[in-house]
């Protein structure tokens, strides 16, 4: 998410276009805060057990 995130970034300064930039700054922010949470040990969209 956080690639997605600075591609979109990249392509929305490159192009001019506001709202890919917006996109791409949303995706890495969420990115980069689901990171820390799964680095600080909190499971991120999962389970403990697969059953």
């Known amino acids: 998410m956080i690639i997605l995130g600075v591609i979109l970034?990249?392509?929305?300064?490159a192009t001019g276009i506001?709202?890919?930039?917006t996109i791409g700054?949303?995706?890495a922010?969420?990115?980069l805060?689901?990171?820390v949470a799964g680095l600080?040990?909190?499971?991120v969209g999962g389970r403990r057990h697969y059953y």
Do not use: K, Q
């Not at 970034?9 to 300064?13: D, N, Q, S």
């Not at 506001?18 to 930039?21: N, V």
């Not at 600080?40 to 499971?43: E, L, V």
């Open 9 to 13: 970034l990249i392509i929305g300064f």
């Open 40 to 43: 600080t040990g909190h499971a």
């Open 29 to 31: 922010l969420i990115g």
């Open 18 to 21: 506001g709202f890919l930039w």
């Open 33 to 35: 805060v689901l990171w």
């Open 25 to 27: 700054i949303v995706l």
